[in-house]
T-cell receptor, first 112, second 115 residues
Framework: QKEVEQNSGPLSVPEGAIASLNCTYSDRGSQSFFWYRQYSGKSPELIMF????GDKEDGRFTAQLNKASQYVSLLIRDSQPSDSATYLC????????????FGTGTRLTIIP | DAGITQSPRHKVTETGTPVTLRCHQT?????MYWYRQDPGHGLRLIHYSYGVKDTDKGEVSDGYSVSRSKTEDFLLTLESATSSQTSVYFC??????????????FGEGSWLTVV
């Protein structure tokens, strides 16, 4: 079982709709959770991070964390063509672990 | 931008030759990382550093070595390049302090082709 799993996609969403990206992780003691966006041929860039159960909103983006079910999701409201990219979920292990483990990413395409 | 410069950005080398990739940061962050990214495998950690001369292995460290003689520079060396090391290499840094905690920020990447 992979430590961090994501559906590779592609996920196609109409412009203006809500895109929902999901990620599950295997280490129940994981503390920190991150979403990165990566355009083709570019480096990953941080969208947001979440530490506590529940929702965290930043503009059009909402991260949702459920530690009991070991999943974290990213919602993108009012999807734009510029949101078309690969979205990477990353997780750290219990406190003191310096390393992030990444999922393989979900490719999202916003259809105009 | 997070103040990370990788060099070279693109390199083609022959099997068996040594290759060194350089990562330079201007943020004075303690933690630095080298990842490789391959289709189907995502980002995988090669080595990381938690201070000058302090380094540790990641999940795919075989065939790679690193050095950090100054806070701002983290070098990744392929002692004898193989075709399986053809990849995109990303350097990353982390402040490991404050609200951003474990967040890491990536450099622009180095595309390495071993022929």
């Amino acid at each position: 079982q992979k430590e961090v799993e994501q559906n590779s996609g592609p996920l196609s969403v109409p412009e203006g709709a809500i895109a929902s990206l999901n990620c599950t992780y295997s280490d129940r003691g994981s503390q920190s959770f991150f979403w990165y966006r990566q355009y083709s041929g570019k480096s990953p860039e941080l969208i947001m991070f979440i530490y506590s159960n529940g929702d965290k909103e930043d503009g059009r983006f909402t991260a949702q964390l459920n530690k009991a079910s070991q999943y974290v999701s990213l919602l993108i409201r009012d999807s734009q063509p510029s949101d078309s990219a690969t979205y990477l979920c990353a997780v750290t292990a219990p406190f003191g672990n310096e390393k992030l483990t990444f999922g393989t990413g979900t490719r999202l395409t916003i259809i105009p | 931008d997070a103040g990370i410069t990788q060099s070279p950005r693109h390199k083609v080398t022959e099997t068996g030759t040594p290759v060194t990739l350089r990562c330079h940061q201007t943020e004075n962050h303690r933690y630095m990382y080298w990842y490789r990214q391959d289709p189907g495998h995502g980002l995988r950690l090669i080595h990381y550093s938690y201070g000058v001369k302090d380094t540790d292995k990641g999940e795919v460290s075989d065939g790679y070595s690193v050095s950090r003689s100054k806070t701002e520079d983290f070098l990744l060396t392929l002692e004898s390049a193989t075709s399986s090391q053809t990849s995109v290499y990303f350097c990353a840094i982390s402040p490991r302090t404050g609200n951003s905690g474990n967040t890491i920020y990536f450099g622009e990447g180095s595309w390495l082709t071993v022929v």
